[in-house]
T-cell receptor, first 113, second 116 residues
Framework: QKEVEQDPGPLSVPEGAIVSLNCTYS??????FMWYRQYSRKGPELLMY????GNKEDGRFTAQVDKSSKYISLFIRDSQPSDSATYLC?????????????FGTGTKLQVIP | GAVVSQHPSRVICKSGTSVKIECRSL??????MFWYRQFPKQSLMLMAT?????????EQGVEKDKFLINHASLTLSTLTVTSAHPEDSSFYIC????????????FGPGTRLLVL
């Protein structure tokens, strides 16, 4: 079993739709939870970062963490064509003195105008 | 803040040659930098972790003699792919560990390596 499971998609939605992206994990040691956005042929860009259960909102993006269920989500409201990208969930814990990050496989999202 | 650059962005080389990729943290000092490899339609795979002034720690299955990592300063880490072969063709991405604005890794834009 992988430490982090993420549906690879692809996920195709019409412009303006609410998008829900999800990941599950098995390692209870994970302390920090991130969502990265990666455009084709580019490095990942940090979108959301949280370390506690609950919701965190930033503009059209809401990150949700449920540590009891080992489940995290990213919601995108009023999705735009420019949101089309691969979204990677990531989780980290301290290992050997630094934050070691484990990534999901990424979900490819396409927002259709 | 937390900007990481990588150079070159793209390189094409002949089989058997060595290629050096630079990773710089532009507006913060990074004690720890990370090197990842990403094959098409796959997630990032950690290759090694480098700490400034000490030897890199390689993940299982990554040849340390083939992928030489040097972290000479708090803002620069280099990855050298020695005697590159076509199977080394991939997207190489570095990241730098930061404490602000968030305590996480910030990624460079990546280097696409094509070995002919």
């Amino acid at each position: 079993q992988k430490e982090v499971e993420q549906d690879p998609g692809p996920l195709s939605v019409p412009e303006g739709a609410i998008v829900s992206l999800n990941c599950t994990y098995s390692n209870s040691a994970f302390q920090y939870f991130m969502w990265y956005r990666q455009y084709s042929r580019k490095g990942p860009e940090l979108l959301m970062y949280t370390y506690s259960s609950g919701n965190k909102e930033d503009g059209r993006f809401t990150a949700q963490v449920d540590k009891s269920s080992k489940y995290i989500s990213l919601f995108i409201r009023d999705s735009q064509p420019s949101d089309s990208a691969t979204y990677l969930c990531a989780m980290s814990s301290y290992s050997g003195g630094y934050q070691k990050v484990t990534f999901g496989t990424g979900t490819k999202l396409q927002v259709i105008p | 803040g937390a900007v990481v650059s990588q150079h070159p962005s793209r390189v094409i080389c002949k089989s058997g040659t060595s290629v050096k990729i630079e990773c710089r943290s532009l507006d913060f000092q990074a004690t720890t930098m990370f090197w990842y490899r990403q094959f098409p339609k796959q997630s990032l795979m950690l290759m090694a972790t480098s700490n400034e002034g000490s030897k890199a720690t390689y993940e299982q299955g990554v040849e340390k003699d083939k992928f030489l990592i040097n972290h000479a300063s708090l803002t620069l880490s280099t990855l050298t792919v020695t005697s590159a072969h076509p199977e080394d063709s991939s997207f190489y991405i570095c990241s730098a560990g930061a404490t602000a604005p968030e305590e996480t890794q910030y990624f460079g834009p990546g280097t696409r390596l094509l070995v002919l």
